[in-house]
C-alpha cells in the first residue's frame, strides 16, 4: 500500500464520479421533458427556446414576448389520405396521433420551426421515402390536412421532418408520408388506366388532384371513388352558345366511377393566354371574358351550357385559371368560352370580337 500511488485511484474514483453523474444526470434529462399537457415557458425579448418533448417533438422560436405552451395529443385526427396543398397519393399517417399546440396568448410574431423525428426503418417498411414525409397543418375549416412544400423541410441527418419560417404556432399538426416513389408535387396524366385514374376516399375530408396542364380538383365525397379525365379534340360551333368562341380546339372529358354520386368539389380549370391573345379580343383582361361551360359526359351534339357565373372567378397572371366553387357533379365535357366583355346595353355580334373579321 505504501507505494501505491494515490493518483491513478484520485482519478478512477474521480472518472467513476463522473461517469455516473453523467448517466443519472442525462436519465434525469429525459425524465424531466415535458410531455403533452405539460405548461412549457416560452422565452421572450428574442431569446431562443429550444424545446424537446418526450415523443421526439420538437419546437425550436423565438418570441418577443414571455409566453407559454402546451403540446396535446389527438388520438383521433383526421385521417391523413385528406391532404391538400399538394399533391400525389396515397398519404398515409407516420404517427397514430397528431398534436395540438396551444399558446396561452395569440401571438403571430414568431420565428419558429416545428421538428417530428421519423422512423427511417418504420419508413422503410411502410413504403415511404424519407423525402416524401411533412409535417402537415389541419386546415382552419378541419376538411383537410395542408402541406406547404415551401415551408417543408427534411432534416435527413437528424431523421425528421419540419415546418420552417413559422409565424404563429397554434395548431394541430400531424407527421404524415406520400407512399409513392416521384417526390414533391405529382400531377395525374389524361386518359384512361389504372395510373392515370385518381381515386377519392369517401368522407369528411377534402382530396385534391391536379393534371399536367394545372387542371385540379379538390373534392370533397361521401362515397370513394374513382375519376378519369381525356382530352378529345374537336368543338363544334353550333354547339356553343351565341356570341361565344372556343378558347381550346378541345374539350377535357371528367368521369368518375360513380355519376350519381353529389360531391362537393371545386375546379381550377387552367386557361393558355397566348391562345387569347391569338384571338385578339380588344385589349381586355381574362377576367372579364372567360367562362366555363359544360355539356352532359355522353353528349355528342348537345349545346354547352355556361356553369352558373356567381360560381366562377378567373384567376389572371400568374395563375391563370378559373375558379368554379361548388361543383356537385363532376361528370361532364367541359370548355372555355370566350364572350365579348360587353359594355352596358351593347349588342356586338360575335364576328367582331375576334380581330381578323371585320378589321
Ligand atoms: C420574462 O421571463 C424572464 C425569465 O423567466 C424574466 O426574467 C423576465 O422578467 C420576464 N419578462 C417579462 C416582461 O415579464
Ligand atoms: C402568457 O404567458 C406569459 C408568460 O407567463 C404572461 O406574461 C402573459 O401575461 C400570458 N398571457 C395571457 C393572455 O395570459
Ligand atoms: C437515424 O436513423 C437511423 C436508422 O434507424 C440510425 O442508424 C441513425 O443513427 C439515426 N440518426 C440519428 C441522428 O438519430
Ligand atoms: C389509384 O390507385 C391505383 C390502384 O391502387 C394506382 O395504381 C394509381 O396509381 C392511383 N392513382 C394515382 C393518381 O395515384
Ligand atoms: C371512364 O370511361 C371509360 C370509358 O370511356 C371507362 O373505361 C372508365 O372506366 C371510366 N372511368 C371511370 C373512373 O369510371
Ligand atoms: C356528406 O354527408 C354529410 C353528413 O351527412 C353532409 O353534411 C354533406 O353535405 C355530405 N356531402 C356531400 C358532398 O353530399
Ligand atoms: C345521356 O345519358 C342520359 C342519362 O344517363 C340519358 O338520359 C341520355 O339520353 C343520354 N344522352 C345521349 C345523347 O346518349
Ligand atoms: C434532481 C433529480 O431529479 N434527481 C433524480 C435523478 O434520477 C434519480 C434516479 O432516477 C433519482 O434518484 C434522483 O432523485
Given at each position: 500500500m505504501a507505494h501505491f500511488s494515490p493518483l491513478p485511484v484520485a482519478l478512477a474514483v474521480l472518472l467513476c464520479l463522473t461517469c455516473c453523474f453523467t448517466a443519472v444526470l442525462a436519465q434525469n434529462v429525459t425524465e424531466t421533458l415535458p410531455t403533452f399537457g405539460d405548461t412549457v415557458e416560452i422565452l421572450g425579448a428574442m431569446e431562443r427556446t429550444d424545446q424537446d418533448f418526450k415523443d421526439g417533438l420538437a419546437l425550436d422560436l423565438f418570441s418577443p414576448k414571455n409566453r407559454t405552451l402546451v403540446v396535446k395529443q389527438n388520438?383521433?385526427?383526421?385521417?391523413?389520405?385528406?391532404?391538400?396543398?399538394t399533391t400525389g397519393e396515397p398519404f398515409v399517417a407516420l404517427f397514430t396521433y397528431s398534436y395540438i399546440i396551444q399558446m396561452n396568448e395569440t401571438a403571430n410574431d414568431l420565428i419558429a420551426k416545428i421538428e417530428i423525428p421519423y422512423d427511417p426503418v418504420q419508413l422503410k417498411k411502410m413504403g415511404v421515402e424519407e423525402a416524401n414525409t411533412y409535417v402537415a397543418t389541419l386546415a382552419p375549416n378541419k376538411m383537410s390536412w395542408v402541406i406547404d412544400e415551401t415551408t417543408r423541410n427534411v432534416h435527413r441527418s437528424e431523421n425528421n421532418t419540419r415546418i420552417i419560417k413559422m409565424t404563429s404556432m397554434d395548431g394541430e399538426y400531424l407527421l404524415v408520408g406520400r407512399q409513392t416513389v416521384d417526390t414533391s408535387n405529382i400531377f395525374v396524366q389524361y386518359g384512361q388506366g389504372a395510373t392515370r385514374t385518381v381515386n377519392m376516399t369517401g368522407g369528411s375530408g377534402l382530396q385534391q388532384a391536379e393534371f399536367i396542364?394545372?387542371?385540379r380538383f379538390s373534392v370533397q365525397t361521401n362515397k370513394s371513388m374513382t375519376m378519369n379525365v381525356d382530352l378529345k379534340q374537336g368543338i363544334n360551333p353550333g354547339t356553343l352558345p351565341a356570341e361565344t368562341v372556343s378558347l381550346n380546339s378541345y374539350m377535357w372529358i371528367v368521369n368518375t366511377s360513380d355519376p350519381s354520386v353529389r360531391t362537393n368539389s371545386e375546379m381550377l380549370v387552367p386557361f393558355n393566354r397566348a391562345m387569347l391573345t391569338a384571338l385578339r379580343p380588344a385589349g381586355s383582361s381574362p377576367s372579364t371574358m372567360l367562362t366555363v361551360a359544360k355539356r352532359a359526359l355522353n353528349a355528342t351534339s348537345g349545346q354547352f351550357m355556361p356553369v352558373n357565373p356567381n360560381l366562377q372567378t378567373v384567376r389572371e397572371l400568374p395563375e391563370d385559371r378559373i375558379q368554379i366553387q361548388?361543383?356537385?357533379?363532376?361528370?361532364g365535357q367541359y370548355i372555355i368560352l370566350v364572350t365579348q366583355p360587353k359594355a352596358v346595353g351593347a349588342t356586338i355580334p360575335a364576328a367582331n370580337i375576334i380581330a381578323g373579321g371585320g378589321i
Open positions: 388520438n383521433s385526427p383526421l385521417p391523413a389520405q385528406f391532404i391538400t396543398g396542364d394545372g387542371l361548388n361543383v356537385n357533379q363532376l361528370d
